[in-house]
């Protein structure tokens, strides 16, 4: 079992960064985490897959809405990912979840799909006015 413990959420003016953190921890002390994502998922909508990262090699994938403006990054040793948020605007407000595949790495075919991924955070929330 793996757990999944975001933070650095808040509320921000338009224009202004957050940067988001999520740290993987597990009883047995073996991650073996291969793909974690980012979603976001505002009230009433569907969860989206923001940004992916292969905790292996570090190869990253960004959603076409936030390209140029997020970075997804992570710190192996930490067993930390974060999510750099630059740029923010009124249409990035929701709850930011972490979510993590243990099977394999992430695929350009199916990184932002929930499917895949077996563990889920409970979310920070980032609200931008």
């Known amino acids: 079992h793996v757990q999944l413990v975001e933070s650095g959420g808040g509320s921000v003016q338009a224009g202004g960064s957050l940067r988001l953190s999520c740290v993987a921890s597990s009883a047995s002390g073996n991650i073996d985490s291969n793909c974690m994502a980012w979603f976001r998922q505002a009230p009433g909508g569907a969860r989206e897959g923001v940004a992916g990262?292969?905790?292996?090699?570090?190869?990253?994938y960004i959603a076409d809405s936030v390209k140029g403006r997020f970075t997804i990054s992570r710190d192996v040793a930490k067993n930390t990912v974060y999510l750099q948020m630059d740029s923010l605007q009124l249409e990035d407000t929701a709850m930011y979840y972490c979510?993590?595949?243990?099977?394999?790495?992430?695929?350009?075919?199916?990184?932002?799909?929930?499917?895949?991924?077996?563990?889920w955070g409970q979310g920070t929330q980032v609200t931008v006015s």
């Open positions: 990262i292969n905790t292996d090699d570090g190869t990253t």
């Open positions: 979510a993590v595949d243990r099977r394999r790495p992430c695929s350009s075919f199916y990184w932002s799909a929930t499917g895949p991924y077996d563990y």
